[in-house]
């Protein structure tokens, strides 16, 4: 027997409209970041790679969507015209899904995770004798 998936089940959780946004999302998402992990993290769905990549979630009027902080900076003339707040994004849903903008920022937010996991240089330091 399959083990349940908390992400189907919470994209489950939402009417047939809502449902076929969070999809569109979640494939958007691991089309661009094939080995992230899965999870549910703050009871909505996340993609963790080196760390946390991004989240994203279903309200009343929107789909929010979590890059954090460098993710919403690095890109911020093309989220101009969305509700934003320090880490987050709202996508209206009277409005088409920016999925090639999704799929940028999530490109961006897996180089920045690996940047950071990174192996440091070794060191130059001569070891004393």
Do not use: C, W
Not at 49 to 59: E, P, S
Not at 61 to 87: C, V
Not at 94 to 104: I, N, R, W
């Amino acid at each position: 027997m399959p083990t349940p998936d908390p992400i189907d089940d919470y994209i489950a959780g939402f009417p047939a409209p809502i449902q076929e946004r969070l999809v569109a999302m979640r494939r958007t998402i691991r089309a661009h970041a094939p080995q992230a992990t899965e999870r549910i993290a703050y009871r909505i769905p996340t993609f963790h790679q080196g760390g946390n990549l991004v989240h994203f979630a279903a309200f009343a009027h929107h789909i929010g969507f979590y890059p954090g902080p460098s993710g919403i900076t690095a890109f911020a003339d093309a989220l101009a015209s969305y509700r934003q707040a320090k880490g987050s994004v709202q996508f209206p849903h009277d409005a088409p899904l920016p999925l090639d903008l999704v799929a940028a920022i999530v490109a961006f937010r897996v180089r920045e995770n690996g940047a950071k996991r990174a192996p440091k240089r070794a060191s130059k330091r001569v070891p004393k004798s």
